[in-house]
């Protein structure tokens, strides 16, 4: 086995790492506080090629692989959740594209998608079908050449910044038959299409800066090049374009958990208490001892994912134990991250508190942890 990586993944993972201590992190505070769309970082990232990392050149991408893409999540979530968010979710729209796009529908959305230039969202969940996606009650219904969507999708991260471009929409495009098997298509749905309503932006625990809102398709005519992929796999393919999400929110948990050790560590050393750093005691140190082993293992499994994924080999397993692993790991390093700093980890003014907020989230979106067991538990059904 080997665990080194290569130059360019090295070259990648340092160069955000920089840009994450230099641009992300100072900003990270007031982006939470205001709720201010981190417009200029975007257009930084893209200058940089991060918003396309695993994509080929010629359709605006930088041709890297998945290791490269996750580590770069990784960093930029130790910067800031919420600007490693809105890329995550750009690409997991750049994916879908990808996978299952025409010639032309990857020239003409991938491409400015992959660049920078302009932001994908994602259209799965609705009101009444948030875990059990395959609920989903919009419709699209054929008329002549093109086809007509209704219905509501809620908690849509990125399309309400103004530079968000599309949303892949997810509709049931025939009744269900007797035993509830229904068929779903995929759209690509641009925002300026008539019909198209952005909803309220959702006021969030955290994630401020992250645009979630709420969308509302009234008889919203696309045409039917709009159409991504199989018509009759339209939920199956939402599906595979998560398999990469799971790993990529595995590496931004790794990220923010990595923020919670970095802050925790410092303030142990700089905290006096009985006359000594805090650091000094034992418990204390086991503590941080104990986040630095969960680091490190949710690492190895979302870097063992990713290596897969670029080895074309099969992931599911992996990716959805990165997923499930990193995210509750996150959530109980954030908690001590708290506990280290006492009082003063409860006020906003420290970066623990923030990062204690927003750990709850990983465990919910893209598939909730109940929901990976789940996946999990059917894997090892069929063993
Ligand atoms: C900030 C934010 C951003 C988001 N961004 C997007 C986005 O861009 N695009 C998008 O499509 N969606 C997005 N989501 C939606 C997210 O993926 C869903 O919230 C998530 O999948 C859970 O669905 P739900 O909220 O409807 O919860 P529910 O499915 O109602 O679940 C409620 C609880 O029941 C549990 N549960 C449900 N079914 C089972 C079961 N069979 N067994 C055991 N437990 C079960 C769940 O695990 C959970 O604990 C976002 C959500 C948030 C909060």
Redesign the pocket.
């Given at each position: 086995m080997n665990f080194d990586l290569t130059e360019e993944q090295k070259m990648i993972r340092d160069m955000t790492r920089d840009f994450a201590d230099e641009v992300v992190a100072p900003r990270a505070e007031e982006m939470d506080l205001t709720g201010d769309y981190p417009y200029d970082i975007i257009e930084k990232m893209a200058g940089l090629g991060m918003m396309g990392i695993p994509f080929p050149e010629e359709y605006g991408g930088s041709g890297g692989d998945w290791i490269s893409t996750n580590l770069c999540l990784e960093e930029l979530a130790r910067g800031d959740a919420a600007v490693s968010a809105l890329v995550e979710?750009t690409l997991v729209v750049a994916e879908e594209l990808y996978t299952f796009g025409s010639e032309e529908q990857k020239k003409r959305w991938l491409t400015p998608i992959a660049k920078g230039e302009r932001i994908g969202?994602?259209?799965?969940?609705e009101p009444n079908?948030?875990?059990?996606?395959g609920a989903l009650r919009t419709t699209a219904v054929k008329d002549g050449d093109a086809w007509v969507l209704n219905g509501a999708?809620q908690?849509?991260?990125?399309i309400g910044l103004d530079n968000a471009s599309l949303v892949l929409v997810a509709a049931q495009t025939e009744k269900a038959t007797a035993d509830g098997k229904k068929k779903t298509a995929t759209f690509i749905v641009p925002k300026d299409t008539p019909g198209f309503n952005l909803g309220k932006r959702?006021d969030?625990m955290a994630?401020k800066a992250?645009a979630?809102h709420e969308v509302i398709l009234e008889d919203c005519r696309v045409p039917q090049e709009n159409l991504l992929g199989d018509p009759n796999r339209g939920f199956s393919q939402h599906l595979a374009a998560l398999q990469c999400g799971r790993i990529m929110i595995a590496a931004m948990a790794v990220g923010v958990a990595q923020a919670c050790l970095d802050e925790a560590l410092r303030y142990s050393k700089e905290r006096v208490q009985f006359k000594q750093p805090i650091f000094k005691f034992q418990a204390i140190q086991f503590k941080l001892a104990d986040m630095a082993v969960s680091i490190e293992l949710a690492r190895n499994v979302y870097l063992k994912a990713s290596w897969l994924r670029d080895e074309g080999r099969s992931h599911t397993f992996e990716a959805t134990v990165a997923k499930l692993y990193a995210t509750e790991m996150l959530e109980k390093v954030a908690s001590d991250a708290v506990q280290i700093h006492g009082g003063y980890g409860y006020m906003n003014e420290y970066p623990v508190s923030r990062f204690y907020k927003g750990a709850k989230?990983l465990q919910?979106?893209?598939?909730?942890?109940?929901?990976q067991r789940?996946l999990l538990g059917r894997m090892l059904a069929a063993k």
């Amino acid at each position: 086995m080997n665990f080194d990586l290569t130059e360019e993944q090295k070259m990648i993972r340092d160069m955000t790492r920089d840009f994450a201590d230099e641009v992300v992190a100072p900003r990270a505070e007031e982006m939470d506080l205001t709720g201010d769309y981190p417009y200029d970082i975007i257009e930084k990232m893209a200058g940089l090629g991060m918003m396309g990392i695993p994509f080929p050149e010629e359709y605006g991408g930088s041709g890297g692989d998945w290791i490269s893409t996750n580590l770069c999540l990784e960093e930029l979530a130790r910067g800031d959740a919420a600007v490693s968010a809105l890329v995550e979710v750009t690409l997991v729209v750049a994916e879908e594209l990808y996978t299952f796009g025409s010639e032309e529908q990857k020239k003409r959305w991938l491409t400015p998608i992959a660049k920078g230039e302009r932001i994908g969202a994602f259209g799965l969940t609705e009101p009444n079908s948030g875990s059990d996606a395959g609920a989903l009650r919009t419709t699209a219904v054929k008329d002549g050449d093109a086809w007509v969507l209704n219905g509501a999708k809620q908690f849509i991260t990125n399309i309400g910044l103004d530079n968000a471009s599309l949303v892949l929409v997810a509709a049931q495009t025939e009744k269900a038959t007797a035993d509830g098997k229904k068929k779903t298509a995929t759209f690509i749905v641009p925002k300026d299409t008539p019909g198209f309503n952005l909803g309220k932006r959702y006021d969030k625990m955290a994630w401020k800066a992250s645009a979630t809102h709420e969308v509302i398709l009234e008889d919203c005519r696309v045409p039917q090049e709009n159409l991504l992929g199989d018509p009759n796999r339209g939920f199956s393919q939402h599906l595979a374009a998560l398999q990469c999400g799971r790993i990529m929110i595995a590496a931004m948990a790794v990220g923010v958990a990595q923020a919670c050790l970095d802050e925790a560590l410092r303030y142990s050393k700089e905290r006096v208490q009985f006359k000594q750093p805090i650091f000094k005691f034992q418990a204390i140190q086991f503590k941080l001892a104990d986040m630095a082993v969960s680091i490190e293992l949710a690492r190895n499994v979302y870097l063992k994912a990713s290596w897969l994924r670029d080895e074309g080999r099969s992931h599911t397993f992996e990716a959805t134990v990165a997923k499930l692993y990193a995210t509750e790991m996150l959530e109980k390093v954030a908690s001590d991250a708290v506990q280290i700093h006492g009082g003063y980890g409860y006020m906003n003014e420290y970066p623990v508190s923030r990062f204690y907020k927003g750990a709850k989230l990983l465990q919910i979106v893209e598939g909730t942890s109940e929901v990976q067991r789940m996946l999990l538990g059917r894997m090892l059904a069929a063993k």
